[in-house]
């Protein structure tokens, strides 16, 4: 009755949010490339070329003709989060503005300013991109100094500069942060696109909620799409595992978590390619894969086939993949079947020896290259082995427990991790470089430390 209430509760509230698959924590070092955004977008000189030309409604200043700006200093930003809001932005810099004054002859005058916004991230609906909007531009003069005339009285010259300084100039830097903002907002463009999971699907890292600031980080949840490519959606069966961030990271740090149930979602897309074929009779270490060697374990061969014949395996994984995680280990669990046949000449059908249910889980090695999630996988263990069909007669599957787990590391576990080569795609955000992340792995998710350098 209870968990029925809660039930119609929570589908009342808030409990009807999709699960979050990926979370990603943005600290002040991310955010802190916002000043290269400035000084690749030459924002600045680009505004400063354009004080210069006359355009239509931008303010003149009174008694000045001529008017030029020349020799912006390179910004210095200052950001700070605003909980509950995004980043207050101070971009402090100097200009020197120069124009014939109404005494006649050249002058100058040298500015120090501070240009503010706060920046509100929001989420766009249109595109479901997060976006920053500033509010509130404002132009702080800092240091006003002119060649003008000694002669002149100080005070009448600052009035001048003040009143007509603090009119021009928000008209003219204020849109400066606009266009970094613009700048910036585009490097998120791509962050919910499908990326290609192999030849077999797609992900899609699509926002649950408005990114969410505090006072050192701005988080962004994900309820990544996990499709096929014929556009079925994969569900993985039951409720999501809860994953949260490790406590005593670096507050000005960035993190990106990727829960198991992601993982697990995009090796489901791969599902089909780990079934496979395999006829060599020599593969690494193992003794030749022939029914003589087989008959070593099950004397029932022997009788079967008195001469060698080699060997056919096939495998064919038929539940999805599964992937578990525990702080420093996560394994990979794999169910479906091992069939042996004897192989035949051209021509002639394969006669199936046994089937046997397989379930076995490897051990998960993580890395990032090029940009892409990478795993690498060792056999951990064969958990079970049950005999479904057997043309040689009952025979007990224990006595070829070895023989299996030989089998799988030496034959198949190259197939996996061949397979595994496609990686994994990772949020494609602020044109961030993951090749230096440094992975953890924690209670049911992967944990990337993203560093930048
Ligand atoms: C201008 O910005 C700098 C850097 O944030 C700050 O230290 C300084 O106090 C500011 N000056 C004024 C007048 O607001
Ligand atoms: C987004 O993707 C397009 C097409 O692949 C690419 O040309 C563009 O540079 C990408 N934008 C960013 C900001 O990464």
Not at 290 to 307: C, I, N, Q
Request: charged residues 15%.
């Amino acid at each position: 009755m209870l968990r029925i209430l809660g039930l119609a509760l929570c589908s009342l509230l808030t409990c009807t949010q999709a699960e979050p698959g990926a979370l990603l924590r943005l600290g002040m070092d991310i955010m802190n490339q916002v000043q290269s955004a400035m000084d690749e977008s030459h924002i600045l000189e680009k505004m400063a070329a354009e004080a210069g030309k006359k355009q239509p409604g931008m303010k003149t200043i009174k008694g000045i003709t001529n008017l030029k700006v020349k020799g912006v200093q390179l910004p210095v930003i200052t950001l700070n989060f605003v909980p509950g809001v995004g980043i207050f932005q101070c971009v402090s810099t100097g200009m020197t503005i120069t124009g014939k004054s109404f005494m006649g002859g050249n002058m100058e005058i040298i500015v120090t300013l501070n240009i503010t916004a706060t920046n509100r991230l929001l989420w766009d609906e249109e595109t479901g991109l997060p976006v920053f909007k500033s509010e509130g531009c404002e132009v702080i003069l800092v240091n006003v100094k002119t060649n003008l005339p000694s002669n002149m009285l100080p005070k009448v010259v600052n009035k001048f500069l003040d009143s007509t300084l603090h009119k021009v100039l928000p008209g003219l830097m204020c849109p400066a942060i606009d266009a970094v903002l613009g700048y910036v907002n585009r490097k998120w463009t791509n962050l919910s696109d499908p990326m290609p999971v192999g030849q077999m699907g797609t992900v899609k890292y699509v926002l649950t909620s408005t990114p969410a600031t505090t006072a050192s980080y701005i988080q962004v949840d994900f309820s990544p799409v996990v499709q096929q490519e014929n556009g079925k959606t994969i569900k993985v069966a039951g409720p999501g595992e809860t994953f949260a961030f490790p406590e005593g990271y670096a507050k000005v740090s960035s993190q990106l978590l990727l829960s198991a149930t992601l993982l697990s979602s995009e090796l489901a897309l791969l599902q089909k390619s780990f079934h496979v074929n395999i006829q060599n009779t020599m593969i690494g270490e193992l003794p030749p894969q022939t029914t003589k060697t087989l008959a070593g374990f099950l004397p029932e061969m022997a009788v079967a086939y008195p001469k060698s014949k080699p060997l056919m395996t096939q495998i064919r994984i038929n539940k999805p993949p599964k992937i578990t995680m525990k702080t420093g280990k996560s394994l990979l669990y794999l169910h479906g079947t091992l069939e042996m046949f004897v192989a035949r000449r051209r021509g002639k059908t394969t006669t199936s020896l046994f089937l046997l249910e397989v379930h076995f889980n490897l051990k998960v090695q993580y890395s990032v290259h090029e940009n892409r999630l990478q795993m690498t996988a060792s056999l951990d263990r064969l958990l079970s082995l049950s005999r479904k069909s057997s043309s040689i007669g009952s025979f007990n599957e224990k006595q070829l427990t070895g023989f299996i787990t030989d089998y799988l590391e030496e034959a198949y576990i190259p197939v996996v991790n061949d397979v595994l080569q496609v990686g994994l795609p990772l949020p494609d955000f602020l044109a961030m470089n993951y090749n230096l992340a440094e992975l953890d792995i924690v209670e049911n998710a992967l944990m990337l430390d993203l560093k930048l350098k």
